[in-house]
């Protein structure tokens, strides 16, 4: 999947812009450095390409990367199949569904399936206020499966107290992230995780000898967000003896949309640049 991406973005900006995201309902297509935040005023320094179950217009034209489609749609199958188990298990988990609760919802479903390039950057600018790989956040589905390198830079803060913890890469390993819709449909028995990407673990040696100046190497991950059908409302199911929960029922795709275009910015959508450090950077920092 990484020797995929790296090719994808390893080609010119003007070319994978004209693939850009250019609607909220269908997010497909690539995303430009900073061209997505969820934390007002953050810059996440970040390129990804979002590929979707059904339709996937903006890919590579004939000719161009040929072979990158076919094997996204191959790579898509195999998650959404694996994330099918996932939801099982945290069916099972929960404790108050049974395993096979999430299957009418997942049967029209649409998850996003998100390669993303963290470029070399300068150690000084990630040490700059607001600005982070990703910045701190929850995702926004029922869970997400992630498939990291090597680099590092993942931190997670599992009970929100903003003490974040490094996620270690492990080799033949992915990293599954409870989402908001499934903390709200457990009533918050399932925590939804915090996490950010961010400089990745060094030595002391490496923190004495790496310049402000000096870059970090590239990053590559691949996520698959987990969404539900569309249609499917999500209730919140209280255990015996619960008091009434804090969380209203939610239409997931009013919810999905909603998120998504908190996060993307007009800028993006028009193409426009803006200057960071002297260098011209395809961003949109929304404010949220």
Known sequence: MFSWSKKYFDRPLEAKMKEKVV???????????????????????????????????????????????????????????????????????????????????????????????????????????????????????????????????????????????????????????VADLLQRLSNNRLKSTRHRVTLPQMTEEQKRTLEPDDYLPARYSTAFFVHPSPLTTITPILLDGEPTSEYKPVNAGEWREGVTRRNYTAAHLHNKQIVDEGKPLNSQIKAL
């Open 23 to 177: 609607s909220t309902q269908t997010a497909q297509g690539y995303t430009a450095d900073g061209a997505e935040s969820s934390l007002k005023g953050a810059i996440s320094h970040k390129e990804c390409y979002e590929h979707g179950r059904f339709v996937n217009n903006n890919c590579p034209p004939p000719g161009e990367l040929d072979g990158f489609k076919s094997f996204v749609d191959s790579f898509y199958a195999k998650c959404f199949n694996l994330c099918k188990h996932v939801l099982r298990a945290l069916a099972v988990i929960e404790g108050n569904m049974d395993p096979d609760f999430f299957t009418e919802a997942m049967r029209d479903a649409n998850p996003q399936l998100r390669l993303l390039h963290y470029m070399g950057i300068q150690r000084k600018t990630l040490e700059a206020e607001g600005h982070w790989r990703i910045n701190p956040h929850c995702d926004y589905g029922l869970c997400t499966i992630l498939f990291q390198d090597q680099v590092g830079g993942l931190e997670v803060d599992p009970d929100h107290t903003g003490k974040f913890l490094p996620a270690t890469p492990v080799r033949g390993t992915c990293v599954i992230n």
